[in-house]
């Protein structure tokens, strides 16, 4: 079956411009949608359908997507930003959805 | 403003049963798919199952197909996850999720909204 893959840790000096990324042959079929979820809190919807900014997320958040890599992009990353970011996508091996592992970013 | 509350959450041995649910509140239920996803502890999100705004329509996660039942009640804005046979790799909390920030009757995959989650622990 399909899997999306993502590092597992990213760091980031604060103000500074961070990406993160998620690949997968799904990429390829179906957009991605990105989750923040920080410690003991329920996700977060911050990117859907490759770039899209969910009503009340920063516009510092943006998401883009080339082949079979998606990635979003935190410009000038704040404190509060400190979080685990989690991508998911439809599998196209068989219509149903998949997660990424997760990448837990630290802001410096 | 969207609220899900998710409630049944608990502690089971092993082969035993649990039903979850989901109130929601906020939006027009029946206009929504909606979905569960689970996270075990310290680990990352796992899809389990979704159902169509209509109920319908429900899709599984191989890894709960045939023990889990997904099922929703429109006129009490109420979503299910009937749970059986659990195992210990079950344990986890489970959080419903709205699909979708437009009223798309079918599943999409965008969980756009969730509620805050109901643990539940598989263990003899």
């Known amino acids: 079956s399909s899997e999306l893959t993502q590092d597992p840790a990213v760091s980031v000096a604060l103000g500074q411009t961070v990406r993160i990324t998620c690949q997968g042959d799904?990429?390829?079929?179906?957009?991605a949608n990105w989750y923040q979820q920080k410690p003991g809190q329920a996700p977060v919807l911050v990117i859907y359908d490759k770039d899209n900014l969910p009503s009340g997320i920063p516009d510092r958040f943006s998401g883009s997507s080339s082949g079979n890599t998606a990635s979003l992009t935190i410009t000038g990353a704040q404190a509060e930003d400190e979080a685990d970011y989690y991508c998911?996508?439809?599998?196209?091996?068989?219509?149903?959805?998949?997660f990424g592992g997760g990448t837990k970013l630290t802001v410096l | 403003e969207v609220q899900l509350v998710e409630s049944g959450g608990g502690l089971v041995q092993p082969g035993g049963s649990l039903r979850l649910s989901c109130t929601v509140s906020?939006?027009?239920?029946?206009?929504?798919?909606m979905g569960w996803v689970r996270q075990a502890p310290g680990k990352g999100l796992e899809w389990v199952s979704s159902?169509?705004?209509?109920?319908?329509?429900?899709y599984y996660a191989k890894s709960v197909k045939g023990r889990f039942t997904i099922s929703r009640d429109n006129s009490k804005n109420t979503l299910y996850l009937q749970m059986n046979s659990l195992r210990a790799e079950d344990t986890a909390i489970y959080y419903c999720a709205k699909d979708s920030p437009d009223p798309v009757v079918v599943v999409i995959w965008i969980f756009d909204s969730w509620g805050q989650g109901t643990l539940v622990t598989v263990s003899s």
């Open positions: 998911n996508s439809r599998d196209s091996s068989d219509n149903h959805v998949l």
């Open positions: 159902i169509s705004g209509s109920g319908r329509s429900t």
């Open positions: 906020g939006f027009t239920f029946s206009n929504y798919a």
């Open positions: 799904s990429l390829r079929d179906y957009s």
